[in-house]
Nanobody, 118 residues
Framework: EVQLVESGGGLVQAGGSLRLSCAASGFTFDDYAIGWFRQAPGKEREGVSCISTSDGSTYYADSVKGRFTISSDNAKNTVYLQMNSLKPEDTADYYC???????????WGKGSLVTVSS
């Protein structure tokens, strides 16, 4: 059974930090790019960051560059999103996504809520 389990969300004051984790199981981790998406109330889901678990290349949305860092621990099949200098506009449900163009498969976690108070 494929699972993506997010953890680490919560309530933090503006300027604070949180680290999200995405623990993956049930598929070949190295074959997938793992990404973080977020969806704020009343808004569409947007891509935040992703990492290639095979070569470590990363992508960041302009809105989070310089504040968020994505990393992967392939031994633990886990991807992390370190979020620093958080802003109220970062408030959203954060979802982990695993995607393989070669396999034609994509998986989603159930989400982790991040709330940043001003």
């Amino acid at each position: 059974e494929v699972q993506l389990v997010e953890s680490g969300g919560g309530l933090v004051q503006a300027g604070g930090s949180l680290r999200l984790s995405c623990a993956a199981s049930g598929f070949t981790f190295d074959d997938y790019a793992i990404g973080w998406f977020r969806q704020a109330p009343g808004k569409e889901r947007e891509g935040v960051s992703c990492i290639s678990t095979s070569d470590g290349s990363t992508y960041y949305a302009d809105s989070v560059k310089g504040r968020f860092t994505i990393s992967s621990d392939n031994a633990k099949n886990t991807v992390y999103l370190q979020m620093n200098s958080l802003k109220p506009e970062d408030t959203a449900d954060y979802y982990c996504n695993a995607n393989s163009a070669r396999a034609g498969m994509t998986y989603w976690g159930k989400g982790s809520l991040v709330t940043v108070s001003s």
